[in-house]
């Protein structure tokens, strides 16, 4: 199947400091990629849709300026949680669709752990 | 999109099928069945998707009752491997829509040795 890969895997990082994670698709173009977050024991939560060229679509109760989203180019899209606080210590997990001849699954990444500090 | 229902956890003996059940008794015409897997600390992984057909690849089998109202994905020879948490999840077709997966509870299944 497709290969998308984020990176990094894992972030450690001090309150109050910007972290960066990046999504990328490898072996095909990504107009959409969606970008996920999940607490232990819980589900994955959609936190917002990436565009390539255009805003991000943020989901109810995602704060649009603290978890800021570029979608630069067709296979990279980018996460940058911003003043990281505690509290945003999570999995987070991007996607991309592949236009199959049928349905165009999604496919994951292999998701980024951020432990803030 | 159409609610899912599935058991929290199952068990399930090594070599032996897992069979993993699924409710979507509101399941509309178009939408599909989808079933991921998620692997502890892992992005999810697509298996097997299907409209009305039972469906069958490498990974898995995946049977649709012909009311569309449940759904059971079949892992024929579970490996310790196979241990995760299983969605099922109920959706249109996502070509050509910006629309995404919605992520239930799941299923935990444990292979056991």
């Known amino acids: 199947g497709a290969v998308v890969s984020q990176h990094p895997s894992w972030v450690i990082c001090k309150s109050g400091t910007s972290v960066k994670i990046e999504c990328r698709s490898l072996?095909?173009?990504?107009?959409?990629m969606f970008w996920y977050r999940q607490f232990p024991k819980q589900s994955l939560m959609l936190m917002a849709t990436?565009?390539?060229?255009?805003?991000?679509?943020?989901e109810q109760g995602v704060e649009k300026d603290k978890f800021l989203i570029n979608h630069a180019s067709l296979t990279l899209s980018t996460l940058t949680v911003t003043s990281a606080h505690p509290e945003d210590s999570s999995f987070y997990i991007c996607?991309?669709?592949?236009?199959?001849?049928?349905?165009?699954?999604?496919?994951f990444g292999e998701g980024s752990r951020l432990t803030v500090l | 999109d159409a609610k899912t229902t599935q058991p929290p956890s199952m068990d399930c003996a090594e070599g032996r099928a897992a069979n993993l059940p699924c409710n979507h008794s509101?399941?509309?015409?178009?939408?599909?069945v989808y079933w991921y897997r998620q692997i502890h600390s892992q992005g999810p992984q697509y298996i097997i998707h299907?409209?009305?057909n039972n469906e069958t690849n490498e990974m898995a089998s995946l049977i649709i009752t012909e009311d569309r109202k449940s759904s059971t994905l079949i892992l024929p020879h579970a490996t310790l491997r196979d241990t995760a948490v299983y969605y099922c999840i109920v959706h249109r077709s996502l070509r050509g829509s910006a629309r995404q997966l919605t992520f239930g509870s799941g299923t935990q299944l444990t292979v056991l040795p």
């Open positions: 509101t399941i509309s015409g178009n939408e599909y």
């Open positions: 072996d095909f173009q990504a107009t959409t």
């Open positions: 299907g409209l009305k």
């Open positions: 996607s991309a669709r592949v236009w199959q001849a049928n349905t165009g699954e999604l496919f």
């Open positions: 990436s565009n390539e060229g255009s805003k991000a679509t943020y």
